[in-house]
């Protein structure tokens, strides 16, 4: 694990370490820069993210080497790093999900998102965690830490996610992509959970979460029986609001 930087306000943790990047800096991996509040903070396809007091906010970056398996399968592993992290601050784990691509829910409200940007040979990870409150994101639950006990310390859940990232980033360089996709399902909704799935650029496409292919792309099982392999999209729940046209 490596050092832990925090700033009181920036536009972007992950615009941040992109521009350092660009700019040729030797970001060092394993460490991390921790923002109080980000003014331009987003999450996937651009959209605006929640720039909350008291939650967690924050990027690395991973140097990727040739032996590494695909960059986008570490969507996985960031998000079982982030689900390791939070099982011990719960009351009750048991509802602690996670939802293909990046997104972790509690009882089917959003508790936490991932972001992946790519930048040469070096993948920026920017994660968020709503630890004292939450967002208002339209069509979509909610929820905060903070309303399933006390709020936990900012400062020490980045130490335990720190951690827990160096793990999960050893471990999907040493094992691959098969014990990855297993523990990431281990963890996520039940296969048969009704999904809707808004490919990029396309009509929503509705089905049964069936589980992840080795590259760790979404399997869905539509209504004639065949199965449709989602590398892609925005995925809501049954009960979540529907999206329009891509």
Known sequence: MGLIRTVPETGSTNADLLAALRAGERLTEGDWLVADRQTAGRGRQGREWFDGAGNFMGSTVVRLTPGDPPPASFALAAGLAVYEALVPLLPDPAPL?????????????????????RQGEALVVGIGVNLAQAPRIDGRE??????????????LFAAVLAA?????????????????????????????????VAPPGEEPVTGAFQGLTGDG????RLADGTVRVMHAGDVFFAAETKPGKG
């Open 142 to 155: 909610t929820r905060a830490l903070a309303e399933l006990g006390p709020a936990p310390d900012r400062d």
């Open 164 to 196: 827990s990232f160096a793990t999960e980033l050893e471990r999907w360089r040493s094992f691959g992509l098969d014990p990855l996709a297993r523990r990431w399902q281990a963890a996520a909704h039940p296969p048969g959970t009704p999904l809707t």
């Open 97 to 117: 999900r996670l939802k293909w691509p990046n997104d972790l829910t509690y009882a089917g409200a959003k508790l936490g998102g991932i972001l992946l940007e």
């Open 217 to 220: 792309a979404l399997r869905l």
